[in-house]
């Protein structure tokens, strides 16, 4: 069992930055894949960003490449996700998830835990 803790969400201005943390319970942190969704107000939720167990690996929803950055430190069980550019369009709920999968990508099917969120607010 694996649970998820977001931090780091808040009321930021257009053009903006903000940084999310995402804390994971357990010791096999590093053989998890990890990913960014978000829930916009009136949505259904969607995929922003995931890693794989390698560092290395990213993959981007297109809304938000170039301006979102993921990243991980298995040392400290924790997974990251660098927001800059903020639009009032980036306003949702921010979750986490991990997925045994080497690479779980988009698919929110293959994530196997999930975290309670973290509201963004991106005022104009």
């Known amino acids: 069992q694996v649970q998820l803790v977001e931090s780091g969400g808040g009321l930021v201005q257009a053009g903006g930055s903000l940084r999310l943390s995402c804390v994971a319970s357990g010791n096999t942190f590093s053989r998890y894949s990890m990913g960014w969704f978000r829930q916009r107000p009136g949505k259904e939720r969607e995929f922003v960003a995931a890693?794989?167990?390698?560092?290395?690996?990213?993959y981007y929803a297109d809304s938000v490449k170039g301006r979102f950055t993921v990243s991980r430190d298995n040392a400290k069980n924790t997974v990251y996700l660098r927001m800059a550019s903020l639009k009032p369009e980036d306003t949702a709920i921010y979750s986490c998830?991990?997925?045994?999968?080497?690479?779980?990508?988009?698919?929110?099917?293959?994530?196997?835990?999930w975290g309670q969120g973290t509201q963004v607010t991106v005022s104009s």
């Open positions: 890693i794989t167990w390698n560092p290395d690996n990213t």
């Open positions: 998830a991990a997925s045994r999968l080497y690479f779980a990508g988009k698919f929110q099917n293959d994530y196997d835990y």
